[in-house]
């Protein structure tokens, strides 16, 4: 007996010195995985210390009707245009002497819990700033955050951002936990649930979502890549519409359809009328492996508006002898129909390190209305985890965008006519390219710094003119109310 408790004891002793010789010799992977999980039974252990009571228990809810702190950011843009070549130069191409400029974004959420399974969530943001060369002279232009302002838009006060009602109805007894988000109360979340939103949203946080590529806070700044440069979706300068959002997920794929008033015009800050112009949207997520967090999106959008064709101007120009205007064939109840097909990979370092791609197409026959100039897009890029340089928290990420036109909106420019963001006067056409590189610095809890350049071939579609290079350097304070826990596996399908 002595014996053999006496081998017992050694053997203990035995495996846990295999246990402290391999930790002294982590992978990096290890290393990522290591400090992920100590950082997610962190995050769990605040959140439930935080949680009410009758939450943590599954029954019942947040007080109702006193509104919750969910979160506040503040972010600072920086950005340099380096003097470039060009043939010619038209009224809102990029200034070939280069120019500096800086976006000055700010925002705030609140959620107001009402009854069972039924809240309001409220954004507030204050936009300043305008970009370099106010927002125009590029499809895939250099900043992001300039959408929220508009191309050239003088008006720079507070505006509400997103305002609506969300209920969901649960579908299943199986539930997971989730902590504070932008748009979410900590608590628990059924894995199978309907729900529906009605208010004023931000079309692309429910149908261009990507995990790797979608906030230009804290990832690429391009709109070639934070966004399908093709989608033009329904919205006005500062990127927000009204209307409605269903979405039926359920654990291994989500059914989305959303219906938004479209702007009275291209670029316009005023929505029309539902029944006068709108865009619908269809997306289906799927998940194809359970625990891999992959994600493949497949969206179909069609816009219905007073909107002017190519063709048509071109030809009335032609038979007037004038200058072609699509603005002087706009035509109510025109339609535009595309596609979008969205997917990341999570590669390496617990999700970490990873992959994503896009791949957009409109028909290009009617004007671009909405976000920028492009009727086909394609972006790839990817994401890698600080921790195999010992800076667990750090990202560094590149990516490459390339945009076209479809031949009647080439056409069009090449007459000399111009677009709500392109101008040069002429069109030696060629593909717009990006390549964009960014490294995210963790400094604290709170602060994240962000050095990013941009090289851009035939900026505004134009071989007659650059390339571009574009250099920034962005800040980003976020504050939430309590520790996030990352729920985007489910929460951005």
């Known amino acids: 007996m002595r014996h053999t408790a006496g081998h017992c004891v050694a053997t203990r002793h035995l495996m846990r010195l295999c246990d402290r010789v391999a930790e002294k010799r982590p992978t990096a992977a290890s290393r990522c995985e290591r400090e992920r999980k100590r950082a997610r039974a962190r995050r769990a252990l605040a959140s439930a210390r935080t949680l009410p009571a009758m939450t943590r228990a599954g029954a019942g809810s947040a007080t109702t009707f006193v509104p919750q702190f969910l979160a506040a950011q503040a972010t600072f843009i920086g950005q340099r245009l380096e003097p470039m ?80 009602l969300q209920w969901t109805l649960p579908l299943s007894s199986s539930r997971t936990p989730v902590s504070t988000a932008r748009d979410q109360l900590p608590g628990w979340q059924p894995d199978s649930r309907l729900r529906v939103k009605v208010g004023r949203l931000a079309v692309t946080d429910e149908f261009d979502q990507n995990r790797y590529a979608h906030s230009p806070r804290t990832q690429f700044l391009n709109w070639d890549v934070i966004h399908a440069a093709a989608y033009d979706y ?6 927000y519409s009204n209307r409605t959002v269903i979405a039926l997920v359920r654990p291994r794929w989500t059914l989305r359809y959303g219906f938004f008033q ?25 998940r194809p492996f359970a625990h891999r967090g992959a994600v493949w999106r497949v969206l179909l959008y069609r816009n219905t508006a007073a909107m002017g064709l190519y063709e048509q101007a071109v030809a009335l120009a032609n038979q007037t002898g004038a200058t072609p205007d699509i603005l002087a064939d706009d035509h ?21 390190t990873r992959l994503f791609a896009r791949r957009a197409w409109d028909d290009g026959r009617t004007e671009s209305f909405a976000y920028t100039e492009a009727d086909r897009a394609a972006g790839i890029g990817g994401q890698i985890c600080g921790v195999h340089w010992k800076r667990p928290d750090d990202r560094l990420g590149r990516a490459l965008g390339i945009d076209g036109f479809s031949g009647p909106h080439r056409v069009y420019l090449a007459r000399g006519r111009c ?4 101008c040069d006067g002429a069109l030696n056409y060629g593909h717009e390219r990006v390549i964009e590189a ?56």
């Not at 280069?98 to 609140?110: A, C, I, N, V």
């Not at 329904?234 to 990127?239: K, N, Q, Y």
């Not at 479209?262 to 799927?286: D, E, K, T, Y």
């Not at 710094?449 to 800040?475: E, K």
Request: charged share 15%.
């Open 332 to 352: 109510p109840g025109r339609q535009k129909c595309g596609y979008v097909i969205n997917t990341e990979w999570p590669w390496a370092d617990s999700g970490a």
């Open 419 to 422: 677009g709500f963001m392109l």
């Open 438 to 493: 960014y490294y995210r610095a963790q400094l604290g809890r709170y602060l994240q710094i962000s050095p990013d350049s941009q090289w851009i071939a035939h900026p505004g579609y134009n071989r007659a003119r650059g390339p571009a290079l574009v250099i920034g350097m962005r800040s980003h304070v976020a504050l939430r109310c309590r520790p996030q826990r990352s729920t985007l596996g489910r929460h951005l399908m």
């Open 85 to 164: 070549h060009a043939a010619y130069s038209g009224p809102e191409s990029l200034p070939t002497a280069g120019e500096r400029d800086d976006t000055r974004p700010y925002g705030l959420s609140l959620d107001v819990p009402l009854v069972k399974h039924v809240a309001l969530y409220f954004g507030a943001g204050w936009f300043t700033g305008a970009g370099i060369n106010k927002g125009a002279g590029l499809a895939g232009y250099l900043n992001e955050d300039a959408v929220r302002a508009g191309p050239g838009s003088g008006t720079q006060h507070p505006y509400v951002a997103r305002v609506y």
């Open 262 to 286: 479209m702007p009275q015009r291209a670029n316009v800050q005023a929505l029309a009328s539902i029944g006068q112009a709108n865009g619908q949207q269809l997306r289906r997520s799927v």
């Open 234 to 239: 329904a919205a006005d300068t500062h990127g």
